[in-house]
Structures are given as structure tokens and as C-alpha cells.
């Protein structure tokens, strides 16, 4: 008689979990409390998976051998309270792909820049040519991975509410970016809670692998520190030379064992601080995977970030337009002003989510010539701003936007899309947001140029 496998939730992870388990050969059932996307149904009738919507059947989930729920159901969920009760285990669909797969893993986890990192980390794999697939929160589930092909290597990101699902999930070659407050409604509001959920990414890992950490973190440095970590260490800093991947000022230099190599940032295809841990991060990681320095260097010239994270959309006589619609906090408009010498126009805006703006209010002093308010409530921007911004506009539409944004700009200015705000007033999402911003772009360039 075949496991019984009850999967809650059919997004992408349910999916691929479905997929994995189906393949494996297990007895399989799905179950979705809310409606499943077209997409994903046609996937589990296609492949006769059975499966239910808009309702959660106690009796068909509780005679579960094994339950693989969503990363967004609580373990505090009714549903799950029952199954622990009835001693069925419980894993998340990253933990059941691992258990499945065959390769080696480098695993990305962070509050801010694992994206990036990721994505990047994954192209200079391709360029050094390593047999290697894209997983986690950026790509396909890791189930789905592994259900439909076999890699060398798995690049996954990976969320806290990822890892809280895990149980043997170790990684040989794992990143931490940063951790600063996120999430907090989920860990009962403790920072210990949700910090502890983010080093779940070491708790398997052995002395035969890798931890990548940004050593200058207050919060990720100073718990290294007081942690017990078994696999070795290895410190990403903007200032600290001892560590073995650093910034000397001018460049990154790299110190493994009796390798040593340098690369600047000019040398590669992102700009700003943020992305000098992003890329040290990754580079170390794919040379501690075996790849050669040469095809690194290659591979940094030739990689493209993903949309809405100061993508640069274009220059329009000589002002050029970046869309970072993903930064949708504070923390992220950071990173973003960071990474400009030149003067700029701000855009921000949305829902704000009880953003400190003090924390940005130097930088915005220093480089933002006009700020443009898209939202519509910008009165709390408005008011922190109009003594710093010597020129405030605003506007409900990315079409207008654009044209205001040009009037203010002259040659060698920046136009930066970076809110700090949710976008849900105007927008679906931060990609609607972005990609409406990015056509409005293309089209004032089209006008200006014909």
C-alpha cells in the first residue's frame, strides 16, 4: 500500500510538491481552501491528480500519512493543530523536494537582496557551465525541480516561512544577506522568533560545507557571534579586510586558502553597496562550488537582474529612467539611493506601511532634487518631505508620471521608481506598477525620438 500524501495548498509549491509526489509514485490528494488558478488545476487533472477547492475535507486530510502544507499556512492553523494531534507529520514542499533530489544545494536566505543574489548566483553557475537549476521563491518550486529533470546543482531562495517547514533540509553552500525586521505578525511579534527561523538555514550543515554571511549586519553578524555554527564561515565585508570576501574601497578582493583575485564593481553589471554584498556573496559561493575565477569574471558582465529592481529602462536625452518597484519598504529605498551619485527624482508612494522616513532623510537631503508623490494619500510623504525636497509633485497616473518626472529632470539626472509603499491603491502588485511604469517610459522615448 503506497503513502498516502495530502498536500495543502495549490500554488506553485502545492503543485510541484503534487507533481514530485505523483512521479514518486505515492497516492495523492490536493486540497485548496480557496479556488485554484487555471493554470495549476489543468496541471493536477492533466496528470490525474485528485484533488478539491474552496474547502478543506477534514476526514480526507486527516487520513494523511504525510502532509505537505503551503509556507503560508500557519502552524497555528485549525487544520494543522488536528493533524499534529493526530501525529501525521507535517513538512513543507522545500523539505519534501530535498528529500528527493540527488544534486547539490546553495541555498539563499535574507530579509532584503536574496533575489539578486540568487539569480545571480544561478547565472555565474550557467556561465561556469555546472548543470544547475533555479528553485525556491524566484523560479519554480524545488519540487517541481526535481520532478521534471535532474541537476547537479539546485540555487534556491528561500524564505523564513520556507525553512519553518523543514526538517533534514541542509544546504552545501548556504548565504545569509541580512536580517532586519519582517514578517513579525507570524513570529508573535518577536524579533528572536523570526531571527531564529532565519539561521534554520545552518541547522543541518556540517563542517564539510559553506556559510556565506554579511558579516557588517547588526543583527546577522552579531548572532554568528553567539551561535554555534558547524559549517565554516565565511564573512562578506564592506570594510572589514580580514574577512575573507571584502570591498577594500576600490574593489572586491577575495582570499580563499592560497587563491587570491579582485573584481570591481565597474567589472560587473550592478551598481551600488547593497550589490557589492549581493555579488560577493555570490561569487564566493560559486567558486566554493568549483568554479574557475575566469568565468566568473565573464559571467559578471554578462548577468541582467530581475524586472523592478533598479532595472535601468532607459535614457531619455540624457536622463536616465530606473525601475525599482520592488522596494517597497524603507529599507529597500536605501539600498536604492545608495547607489546614485547623481542628482535625482524621486518617485515614491502607495500604502505606507509605517515607514520611518528618518531613516532615508539624509540621502533625500543630499540627492533628491524633486520628489513625486504616486499614491493616493501622500500627505504623511508630503509633510516629512516639503522642508527637505525643495520640489514636491503629485500624480495618480504612471502616464502623467513620467512627463512630470521629465519636466523636472535635466541631462544627467536620475528618474528613480523607488516607493517605500505597497502599491495595492493603484496597482495589483509591484510588477503591474513597474511594468506600467516601464511602458510608459518606452513610450515617452518612442515620442521624444520620433
Not at 157 to 175: M, V, Y
Not at 226 to 254: N, W
Not at 269 to 283: C, E, F
Not at 418 to 439: H, I, M, T, V, W
Request: overall charge negative.
Amino acid at each position: 500500500m503506497s503513502l498516502r500524501i495530502v498536500i495543502l495548498g495549490a500554488g506553485e509549491s502545492g503543485t510541484g510538491a503534487a507533481l514530485l509526489a505523483k512521479e514518486k509514485g505515492y497516492d495523492v490528494f490536493v486540497s485548496d481552501q480557496g479556488i485554484i488558478k487555471d493554470k495549476y488545476k489543468s496541471e493536477l487533472q492533466q496528470n490525474g491528480i485528485a484533488f478539491e477547492e474552496a474547502v478543506h475535507s477534514l476526514e480526507k486530510i486527516l487520513a494523511a500519512d504525510l502532509i505537505i502544507k503551503s509556507p503560508g499556512i500557519s502552524d497555528k492553523a485549525e487544520i494543522i493543530k488536528q493533524a499534529k494531534t493526530k501525529g501525521i507529520e507535517i513538512i513543507d514542499e522545500l523539505e519534501f523536494g530535498f528529500r528527493h533530489l540527488t544534486g547539490k544545494v546553495i541555498a539563499i536566505t535574507g530579509t532584503n537582496g536574496k533575489t539578486t543574489t540568487t539569480l545571480l548566483t544561478y547565472h555565474l553557475m550557467q556561465a561556469a557551465g555546472f548543470s544547475v537549476a533555479l528553485a525556491g521563491n524566484v523560479g519554480e518550486s524545488l519540487a517541481r525541480k526535481v520532478a521534471t529533470g535532474s541537476y547537479d546543482w539546485y540555487i534556491i531562495e528561500i524564505s523564513s516561512f520556507q525553512l519553518d517547514g523543514t526538517k533534514t533540509f541542509h544546504p552545501e553552500i548556504g548565504i545569509l544577506t541580512n536580517i532586519t525586521p519582517d514578517h513579525l505578525d507570524r513570529y508573535e511579534y518577536k524579533m528572536e522568533n523570526y531571527i531564529s527561523s532565519k539561521f534554520q538555514l545552518v541547522r543541518n550543515m556540517t563542517e564539510r560545507n559553506f556559510f556565506i554571511y554579511y558579516a557588517d549586519d547588526v543583527i546577522a553578524g552579531q548572532e554568528v557571534k553567539q551561535r554555534t555554527i558547524a559549517p565554516v564561515k565565511i564573512p562578506v565585508s564592506l570594510k572589514d579586510e580580514a574577512c575573507q570576501a571584502h570591498y577594500d574601497g576600490e574593489k572586491m578582493v577575495f582570499q580563499f586558502n592560497d587563491d587570491s583575485f579582485s573584481v570591481r564593481q565597474s567589472e560587473t553589471t550592478l551598481k551600488g553597496p547593497h550589490n557589492l554584498i549581493n555579488t560577493m556573496a555570490a561569487v564566493s559561493a560559486v567558486y566554493l562550488a568549483g568554479a574557475k575565477v575566469e568565468s566568473i569574471r565573464a559571467g559578471l558582465k554578462t548577468f541582467k537582474n530581475a524586472p523592478h529592481r533598479l532595472e535601468s529602462v532607459a535614457t531619455i536625452k540624457g536622463v536616465e529612467f530606473v525601475n525599482d518597484s520592488k522596494a517597497t519598504n524603507v529599507d529597500s529605498v536605501v539600498y536604492a539611493l545608495g547607489s546614485y551619485t547623481q542628482p535625482l527624482i524621486w518617485i515614491a508612494g502607495g500604502i505606507d506601511k509605517g515607514n520611518d522616513y528618518n531613516i532615508i532623510k539624509a540621502d533625500v537631503s543630499k540627492k533628491v532634487k524633486t520628489l513625486i508623490c504616486l499614491g493616493k494619500d501622500n500627505e504623511k510623504l508630503k509633510n516629512f518631505f516639503s522642508a527637505i525636497v525643495s520640489e514636491i509633485k503629485e500624480t495618480q497616473t504612471v502616464k502623467e508620471l513620467v512627463r512630470l518626472a521629465m519636466d523636472s529632470a535635466k541631462q544627467g539626472d536620475v528618474v528613480l521608481l523607488s516607493p517605500a509603499c505597497a502599491s495595492f491603491d493603484l496597482f495589483k502588485n509591484y510588477e503591474d506598477r513597474g511594468d506600467q511604469f516601464r511602458e510608459a517610459v518606452l513610450e515617452l522615448k518612442r515620442e521624444v525620438e520620433c
